[in-house]
């Protein structure tokens, strides 16, 4: 449970901190589009990250849930 805990922890905060670099890099005028631009990434991900993991855990069984998270974050 630790280390699921620690996992979870990490991998949740990637999003926040992806805006938080973003909005420093862009100017003013840009920050919408941006935003909109994780904002759309993130929700594609959302979408296509549950099929992706499904299947990998029923090849695998319930390790297959870390296994697709770690390959998806490390790409």
Same mark, same amino acid.
């Not at 990637?14 to 920050?31: K, R, S, W």
């Given at each position: 449970? =630790?280390f699921? &805990?620690? +996992?979870?922890?990490?991998?949740?905060?990637?999003? %926040?901190?992806?805006? *938080?670099?973003?909005?420093?890099l862009?100017?003013?005028?840009?920050?919408t *589009? *941006?935003?909109? *631009?994780?904002? !759309?990434? +993130?929700?594609?991900?959302?979408?296509? &990250? %549950?099929?992706?993991?499904? =299947? /990998?855990?029923? /090849? =695998?069984?319930?390790?297959?849930? /870390?296994?697709?998270?770690?390959?998806? !974050?490390? &790409?």
């Amino acid at each position: 449970m =630790l280390f699921v &805990g620690l +996992y979870m922890g990490i991998s949740a905060a990637i999003y %926040p901190i992806a805006v *938080a670099i973003t909005n420093d890099l862009m100017e003013t005028h840009q920050i919408t *589009a *941006a935003s909109t *631009a994780l904002l !759309l990434s +993130y929700g594609i991900g959302s979408i296509i &990250g %549950p099929l992706i993991s499904s =299947l /990998f855990m029923d /090849f =695998l069984g319930p390790r297959g849930l /870390f296994v697709s998270n770690a390959l998806m !974050l490390g &790409g």
